[in-house]
Every structure is written in structure tokens, then in C-alpha cells.
């Protein structure tokens, strides 16, 4: 059977350090419930984003949606189309309203020129995500929800490790949440993570964690169960040891991509933001069929007939999907639109043979001839 190049792979630490990190927990059975290991690697996770206060939580879809929770919001929150499913659907599922906001068609992240328009009488937030590993207009943000009284709630998947401006993404709007997801530049198999500055957000967030449990006789919320068990603490801890060495393999990566497919008409490459450094999380590729000759599926075709498997991401956008069928006009959103039917995120991962990125490459553009 040919080799299959997929668009990700998890990073693993050697398995002997794995084995040698999770030795402890049989001597004390201590499983779950926020034990040693989730202790070390929250402290140890605060260290490395710089950020106040952080929650390690079971994904990071729950630390959305339990964020948004705690926040004990109602009404109209502004986000943006241009996201994973979790991004919508946490708002949702807090009997929340999402209202759309345009993206840039530079960066893809929200296009904080016109929150503005979008805001209500019944706005309570705003909900932006750092795309791909790009980072959001977040003064610009950040000065609107301080002029309107609103909450901002970054979804930071996309942005472990990520600094603007010498700071870390974490640091950034009232709560920002991480993806620990096993696909992340940094793992814990499942896991996710909410970054705050506010302490009794914090409490209000690990009750909310842990059935809305105040202590042992005391139950005073509904909450869910979202914690972080001592395996996946386990992983995490390993996998810190080893983050910056990941990036620096990640960039070698997308270092040759840019090197072979940058300046070639009709395709648009991923930005190198002013103030950002970056963690080189995806590789996204827009395709003008005009100019390139192909469009974005038949691309995706092609590289698929050799065995190499990259993704519409995203695509296609959450104001389109089958479960909001009539509720949103994706007229609004037309660059998002635009830039979903376009986008295609080639295979990146840190231990990605630069000959593989160069048969890539070489398949792409030998479209061309």
C-alpha cells in the first residue's frame, strides 16, 4: 500500500518518557479530579503562555462553552463564520444568538472594521477567533468592547504558543481558550484550556467544570463534566518538554512551502503578520482559478490521487450548516464565503519530510504545464 501523507499528524514524545511520566499514577491510583499531574501541568502551562490565571479542562470545546457559561451572558454575541464548528456551536448551546462579522481577506481573521455595524442593544460579546495561527486586530477589539460594555472571549485554538507583540494570545480579552486537541501543535491527546484575569471567573468556571460542585455538601450550579483526567495531564507535560523544538520543525516546513509555491500567480499564501511570532500551526493556500489555472477542488483532487490528503479549511462555513438551515444570510459574510470555496490548508506537521513538502509542491505545480 503507497504511503499516505494526511494533512496532520500528532507529535509524540518518545514513549519511554511517556511511560516513565505516568509510572507515578499507579502508585497513587489517583486517576482524575484535578491530582499532581494536572497541578504540574497548569502550573507549568501558566509559565509558558505568561497569562494570569488558566483552567485545563477535557477539550477544548467545553472550555468555550463553559467560558461563555461562567460569563453568564444573554443575548447577541458577534463572531465570525470562518471557524470550526465548536466556535458557533458553544455559542449556541448557551442559548446564545451568533451574529456574523465579515473576515479580512488578507489574514482571515474577524474584520474588526465592521463590529461596529453589528452591534445591538442586545450585543453582550464578542466572540473572535485567531486563525491558523494568525492573530486578531486585538487593540481594535479590545477598544470597541470597552467602548460598548461587552465581554470579549477569544477562541485561541489555532494560537498555543503564539506572541504579539511580545505577548502571549492567552493574555488577551476576558477569557481565552485553547485547543489541546491531539492535531494542535501541543497536545494532550484531548484537552483544552481557559486563560483569565478574573479570579472569580475562575471559581465560577471550575464549578462549572465539576457539575457546579462548591465543596462536598454544597452544589450550587448545574455545571458538566469537563476535567482534565491525569493521562492526558501526562501527555501534556511530555509534550511541553518538547513545544519549541516541535515549532522550530514546523517552521522548517512551512519555510520551504513558501519558498517553492510564493510568487506563483494565482496562489495566495498564508501572511507573516507584523509582531507575531508564530507557532506554524497551518498552511493555508487560497487558489484564484483565474490566475492559477485550477480551482481549490481540483487541486484537492489531484494531491488525493497520490496519496496525499489536505483539507477545505474552513469549509464550509458554520452560518451554512445543514443544522441552522434558514436561520443566517451568508450574503453578509461574502468574503468569508469567498475565501471557504478557495482555502485549502496543505499537509503540516513537524516531522514532515521536506522531500514530501517538495513532492507537494511539485504536484501543484505541475498542474500548471
Known amino acids: 500500500m503507497e504511503k499516505k ?6 507529535s509524540l ?23 499532581e499531574k494536572h497541578k504540574a501541568l497548569q502550573n507549568g502551562l501558566k509559565e509558558y503562555l505568561g497569562v494570569e490565571n488558566i483552567d485545563l479542562l477535557t477539550n477544548g470545546h467545553m472550555a468555550l462553552e463553559l ?19 465548536s466556535t458557533t456551536h458553544a455559542i ?14 488578507d489574514d482571515f481573521t474577524m474584520d474588526a472594521d465592521k463590529i461596529e455595524s453589528l452591534i445591538t442593544d442586545r450585543t453582550c460579546a464578542i466572540m473572535p477567533v485567531h486563525v491558523y495561527g494568525n492573530v486578531c486586530d486585538v487593540e481594535k477589539i479590545q477598544k470597541i468592547a470597552d467602548k460598548y460594555g461587552l465581554k470579549v472571549i477569544y477562541d485561541a485554538a489555532h494560537t498555543f504558543g503564539v506572541k504579539y507583540k511580545g505577548q502571549g494570545t492567552g493574555t488577551f480579552g476576558d477569557v481565552s481558550c485553547f485547543s489541546f486537541h491531539a492535531t494542535k501543535v501541543f497536545h494532550t491527546i484531548e484537552g483544552g484550556a481557559a486563560c483569565f484575569k478574573d479570579e ?17 455538601e454544597v452544589v450550587d450550579g448545574v455545571g458538566a463534566n469537563a476535567k482534565m483526567n491525569e493521562f492526558q495531564a501526562a501527555m501534556g507535560l511530555c509534550n511541553l518538554r518538547h513545544i ?19 510568487g506563483v500567480e494565482g496562489i495566495q499564501l498564508n501572511p507573516v503578520q507584523e509582531h507575531v511570532m508564530s507557532n506554524y500551526a497551518y498552511f493555508p493556500v487560497i487558489f484564484h482559478e483565474k490566475q492559477f489555472g485550477f480551482t481549490r ?17 474552513f469549509y464550509p462555513l458554520t452560518n451554512t450548516y445543514d443544522c441552522f438551515h434558514g436561520a443566517y444570510d451568508v450574503s453578509e459574510t461574502p468574503v468569508a464565503l469567498e475565501i471557504s ?29
Request: glycine letters at 4%; a neutral charge; aromatic letters at 8%.
Open 200 to 216: 472569580e471567573l475562575g471559581r465560577t468556571l471550575y464549578r462549572l467544570k465539576n457539575f457546579g460542585i462548591k465543596n462536598e
Open 13 to 35: 514524545p518518545p514513549i519511554e518518557e511517556y511511560i516513565d511520566e505516568i509510572k507515578d499514577i499507579w502508585d497513587s491510583h489517583w486517576l482524575t479530579n484535578m491530582g
Open 92 to 105: 449556541v448551546r448557551n442559548r446564545l444568538t451568533p451574529v456574523f462579522c465579515d473576515i479580512r481577506p
Open 297 to 313: 477542488n481540483e487541486v484537492h483532487d489531484r494531491l488525493a490521487q497520490e496519496n496525499i490528503f489536505s483539507r477545505k479549511y
Open 244 to 262: 519549541d523544538a516541535e515549532i522550530q520543525k514546523r517552521k522548517a516546513v512551512v519555510e520551504r512551502y513558501r519558498e517553492r509555491l510564493n
Open 341 to 369: 470555496r478557495r482555502v485549502l490548508t496543505l499537509p503540516l506537521y513537524a516531522d514532515l519530510p521536506l522531500e514530501e513538502v517538495d513532492h507537494i509542491c511539485d504536484i501543484i505545480l505541475g498542474m500548471r504545464n
Open 5 to 10: 501523507i494526511l494533512v496532520t499528524r500528532s
Open 67 to 85: 467560558s461563555l457559561q461562567a460569563l453568564n451572558l444573554q443575548g447577541e454575541v458577534i463572531t465570525t463564520p470562518f471557524t470550526f464548528a
